[in-house]
């Protein structure tokens, strides 16, 4: 069976320090992979996509950026991070097409 | 930009009693269109989904009402429980013309069930 594993679970992060994000995923090969963000109480944001190692797509212009250096690894970076970019991450994969996506259990990130 | 649009935004319901959460859309190209339910401080969950060449689909006590001509679709939960008590989003994807399947996805409607 497949799974998906987010790291860390809670993460409180100083404004202008740097950030990353790992996500895995077990048990398929060349899945499509996203992250979004959640804002409280809010929907979901799509930063970014991915359908293939190496291959990036942003959805929204911000502080943030994402590399796939592996076919099962998804990582969310920042150089500097903003009091903005505080908020619920979320990882997911898709087999590709209109396929369900499955979501890993989010990371909280805090910036103080 | 394509939009979901969700409604209600929250939805109080008696143990027991129906719960209609509604969606439309605006995209004609969407052609999958799934449910997820989301706990607190978890990762939303497929709940149950539809294509457009059916109309209906249900999963035990989740139905899924699909009206391509309205571009409309709606969950119902039958006999609600208070385990129901979530956030349900709302998703439709394009998943045909382009590979990366991106779902966009509608606000969400936190769901209370009262005991």
């Known amino acids: 069976s497949q799974t998906i594993h987010q790291w860390p679970a809670t993460l409180v992060q100083p404004v202008g320090s740097p950030l990353s994000l790992e996500c895995t995923v077990e048990?398929?090969?060349?899945?499509?992979l996203y992250w979004y963000r959640q804002a409280a109480g809010r929907g979901l944001q799509l930063l970014f996509y991915?359908?293939?190692?190496?291959?990036i797509s942003s959805e929204v212009p911000q502080n943030l950026s994402a590399s796939r250096p592996q076919d099962r690894q998804f990582i969310l970076s920042s150089k500097k991070l903003l009091l903005s970019d505080s908020g619920f991450y979320l990882c997911a994969w898709s087999r590709a097409g209109n396929q369900p996506q499955h979501f890993g259990d989010g990371t909280r990130l805090s910036i103080l | 930009q394509q939009q979901v649009k969700q409604s209600p935004q929250s939805l109080i319901v008696q143990k027991g009693g129906i719960s209609i959460i509604n969606c439309a859309y605006e995209n004609t190209a969407f052609d999958y269109f799934p449910w997820y339910q989301q706990f607190p401080g978890k990762g939303p969950a497929l709940l149950i989904a539809?294509?457009?060449?059916?109309s209906e689909k249900k999963e035990g006590r989740f139905t899924i009402s699909f009206n391509k001509s309205a571009k409309q679709f709606s969950l119902h939960i039958m006999d609600s429980q208070p385990g129901d008590s979530a956030t349900y989003f709302c998703a439709a994807s394009d998943g045909l013309n382009t590979n990366a399947g991106k779902s966009t996805f509608g606000d969400g409607t936190t769901l209370t069930v009262k005991p």
């Open positions: 991915s359908v293939g190692i190496g291959q």
């Open positions: 539809i294509r457009p060449d059916v």
């Open positions: 048990g398929t090969s060349n899945p499509n």
